[in-house]
């Protein structure tokens, strides 16, 4: 049930005020699997918007929910669980490349914290100051994954990233309850629905649109690829793969299963050291 209620309040909050049409809808589910959605994750979305929309409409003619029923299939998704494209992905040297032509100290925050993280954009985005605990040498943060559930993730990123973020989005008298990724008034503003199809919360949460396509626009500038954030989020997991960090430690980190983490990224490339060292 809480799965349902987060799908559709996604769905509305990108929607914002557009009238609901399964145009609309489909342009929804293209939008995610731009996002690096998973076909699965995307099935699952597709359905609880299938079912808000029968039970919106539980008392009208028959004919006009078989109607629904037929708009919605004509809806692919694809559920085969894919491996990963290695191509896709980027090393630390290529995303320090990226954050070195930056000139917005948030924007590079934001990419480095996707990256050393491997949260999903809407995770960061979601993150508020009282989500932070600091003890000696360690930072702790109260994430809420997909479907509304609450995970404590460890170290994140370091202190002194911590430090840095506080500064460059919050001055003296910010409120525990901000965003810790606080988006000004301006770049809301620059950044609300637009014809062009850029999105934004007036609430002070900087939008998953506009930080993919910043990333986008700048990864593909300087290494001639467009990385999205969910990406980052596959970079991450392949450089910790390829540091032999075990499997389930990886999925906790990612909030996924084991069983889906290994099938995604087991094939992750070998480097030749490591070749050099097991073979006879």
């Known amino acids: 049930e809480l799965n349902y209620i987060s799908h559709v309040k996604q769905f509305n909050e990108w929607n914002e005020n557009d009238p609901i049409t399964i145009e609309r809808i489909r342009e929804f589910i293209l939008q995610l699997s731009k996002e690096g959605y998973s076909g699965k994750s995307i099935q699952s979305k597709k359905d609880a918007l299938k079912r808000a929309c029968k039970v919106t409409f539980k008392n009208q003619n028959p004919l006009f929910l078989e109607a629904i029923d037929r708009a919605f299939k004509s809806i692919r998704v694809n559920t085969t669980i ?36 491997g949260v999903r954009i809407s995770e960061l985005c979601s993150i508020r100051i009282k989500d932070i605990s600091i003890l000696p040498g360690s930072l702790t943060i109260r994430l809420k994954r997909k479907g509304g559930k609450e995970e404590l993730i460890q170290n994140p990123w370091n202190i002194k990233t911590h430090n840095e973020i506080m500064k460059t989005f919050h001055d003296s008298t910010f409120d525990k309850k901000d965003f810790l990724f606080k988006a000004t008034k301006q770049r809301q503003n620059e950044n609300h629905r637009t014809k062009s199809g850029n999105y934004s919360k007036l609430n002070g949460q900087y939008s998953r649109q506009y930080i993919t396509r910043e990333l986008r626009e700048k990864t593909f500038r300087i290494l001639g690829i467009a990385i999205s954030p969910h990406k980052l989020r596959h970079s991450h997991a392949t ?39 097991v073979m006879i």
Do not use: M
């Not at 980027?90 to 925050?109: A, H, Q, R």
């Not at 032999?244 to 980190?253: S, V």
């Not at 299963?257 to 992750?268: I, M």
């Open 82 to 117: 894919s491996r990963l494209d290695h191509s896709k992905i980027i090393s630390k040297n290529d995303l320090k490349k990226v954050l070195e032509s930056i000139d917005s100290p948030k924007l590079k925050l934001i990419f480095k914290c996707l990256f050393n993280s």
């Open 239 to 277: 450089a910790l793969i390829n540091q032999k960090t075990p499997i389930d430690a990886i999925a906790r980190r990612l909030g996924n299963r084991p069983e889906t983490t290994a099938k995604y990224y087991l094939h992750a490339k070998i480097e030749n050291k490591t070749l050099n060292e």
